[in-house]
């Protein structure tokens, strides 16, 4: 079973910008639909930006994150695939940012806290 490690996540002041990082440990990453959900406290686990298999193309479903997000993966075949730049940070994006499939089929990692400061 493929794992999954986020990281780049911190103690940010807010208008920052930040960009996490996601492993896979093998390289499916880089050639399927895969991407970012995050969680904040008390919420659920929601998509916030993706690749579609065989697309260059990036998909922002979360509106309250719109023009905030960049959403970049290395060249197929790496095991490091998926990167999320976010910029303008606001304390309501304090969350747990994860990656996975989309749909997320695969075992959850432990994410990577992302904590806004005033």
């Known amino acids: 079973q493929v794992q999954l490690v986020e990281s780049g996540g911190g103690l940010v002041e807010a208008g920052r910008s930040l960009k996490l990082n996601c492993q896979f440990s093998?390289?499916?990453?880089?050639?399927?639909?895969a991407g970012w959900y995050r969680q904040a406290p008390g919420g659920e686990r929601t998509l916030i930006a993706f690749?579609?298999?065989?697309?260059?193309?990036?998909?922002?479903?979360d509106s309250s994150m719109k023009g905030r997000l960049t959403i970049s993966r290395a060249n197929a075949g790496a095991k490091a695939p998926l990167y999320l730049e976010i910029q303008a940070l606001r304390t309501e994006d304090t969350a747990v940012y994860f990656c996975?499939?989309?749909?997320?089929?695969?075992?959850w990692g432990q994410g990577t806290q992302v904590t806004i400061v005033s």
């Open positions: 690749h579609i298999k065989g697309s260059a193309s990036a998909y922002y479903p």
């Open positions: 093998d390289t499916s990453g880089g050639r399927d639909t």
């Open positions: 996975n499939y989309v749909p997320p089929v695969a075992p």
